[in-house]
């Protein structure tokens, strides 16, 4: 699960959300649980990324389906490190709690002290204990949309990979994010999917900055609406249409 509902103003609703695909819902597959070999990967080794100097940890609280969590992936592949309940973690952690945006001023945070990531869900989240997993440092991500393919199209509902992609990119580790996405064989469409609003968080400075660099790019996209058949109309819509009809 991602954080980032919190601190959000403007319309959320797909049908108002630009969106370039780089692949239809029906092509993205998640890697099986069995290659160990990372395939999937883009064959271009600039995609690929190079491997973070810094530690990458996530809390799990086994909400997830095992077999399609992204955090879990990694675990097996050792890019992960798995936290404790009560374990603290000086770094920046990506959390529903937080009170700002993960934003380019957190650089030198994870750099020194790591990323991290509470994979728990929403539909858990008053279950959630949030006081066991501590951080002097908890951060929301701004708006971006899922590209995994059990929530891809969605606002917010990111998999753990694309929550620590996403604050990578944000934060001037674009490599980084590319190395841990190429694990996932749907992984490059995340960036490809959020490029511009990516590009817009990331050449911010503050959480305030990357608050209205969100507001702006959600009032540029409200009124423009993916013309593919993917998405159902509107209510609006469909009454318009019956009465042409």
């Known amino acids: ?21 780089a692949e239809r819902l029906n092509d993205l597959q998640l890697e099986s649980s069995e290659d160990s070999s990372g395939d999937g990967s883009n064959s271009d080794s600039d995609s690929e990324g190079v491997p973070p100097t810094f530690p990458i940890s996530m809390w799990d609280l086994n909400h997830c389906d095992p077999k399609k969590c992204s955090g879990r992936k990694l675990a097996r592949h050792n890019l992960i490190k798995n936290l404790k309940l009560g374990q603290q973690f000086r770094g920046l952690v990506l959390s529903p709690v937080g009170k700002q945006c993960v934003s380019p001023n957190d650089k030198e945070i994870i ?23 501590k951080s002097p ?13 059990i929530n891809y199209g969605k606002p917010y509902q990111l998999s753990c990979v694309e ?18 996405l190429s694990k996932f064989s ?20 503050d959480s305030k900055s990357v608050l209205e660099a ?30 042409d009809d």
Request: proline residues 6%.
């Open 111 to 133: 750099e020194k002290f790591g990323l991290a990531v509470i994979d728990c869900s929403w539909a858990k989240i008053d279950e959630t204990p949030f006081d066991r997993m």
């Open 163 to 180: 929550a620590l992609a996403a604050a990578m990119v944000i934060t001037g580790h674009k490599k980084e994010a590319q190395f841990y």
């Open 1 to 21: 699960m991602a954080p980032g509902k919190k601190k959000v103003h403007g319309k959320r609703s797909n049908q108002h959300v630009k969106r370039e695909y």
């Open 214 to 243: 969100q507001n702006t790019y959600l009032e540029k996209v409200k009124n423009e609406k993916d013309d593919r058949d993917m998405w159902p109309p509107t209510e609006s819509e469909s009454e318009t249409e019956s009465e």
């Open 137 to 149: 440092n908890p951060r929301l991500l701004p708006f971006l949309v899922a590209a995994n393919p």
């Open 186 to 205: 749907w992984g490059h469409s995340f960036l490809e999917l959020n490029a511009e609003a990516l590009e817009l968080y990331a050449a911010c400075t």
